[in-house]
């Protein structure tokens, strides 16, 4: 079945770098945009950065770009997000994310993985 694990997540302070990995098993990752997705205490899912099953397109929402970079190793069957210049606003669990085709424009995610916590705090 469809496995998504991630890590690297943890508490560090503003301005800070964290790199998060999913490692994945189960599927023909190749085939397959992927996204990280985060929520925060007592508000919506997010979606924070999506890739197309290559990796020639991406995509952030507007409070990350610039600070974020996902990306992909297809031969790893991993997902990754470089975090930058944290800020508080950023704390919350991050979940890799899987679409259901190779590109993600219209679709909807159809599995996440177990999340990893990601505190920004001084």
């Known amino acids: 079945q469809v496995q998504l694990v991630e890590s690297g997540g943890g508490l560090v302070q503003p301005g800070e770098s964290l790199t998060l990995s999913c490692t994945t098993s189960?599927?023909?990752?190749?085939?397959?945009?992927m996204s990280w997705v985060r929520q925060a205490p007592g508000k919506e899912l997010e979606s924070v950065a999506r890739?197309?099953?290559?990796?020639?397109?991406?995509s952030y929402t507007d409070s990350v770009k610039g600070r974020f970079t996902i990306s992909r190793d297809n031969a790893k069957n991993t997902l990754y997000l470089q975090m930058n210049m944290l800020r508080p606003e950023d704390t919350a669990v991050y979940y890799c994310?899987?679409?259901?085709?190779?590109?993600?424009?219209?679709?909807?995610?159809?599995?996440r993985g177990q999340g990893t916590q990601v505190t920004v705090s001084s």
């Open positions: 890739i197309t099953n290559g990796g020639s397109s991406t």
């Open positions: 189960g599927f023909s990752f190749r085939h397959y945009a």
């Open positions: 994310a899987k679409y259901p085709d190779p590109v993600y424009s219209g679709r909807t995610i159809e599995q």
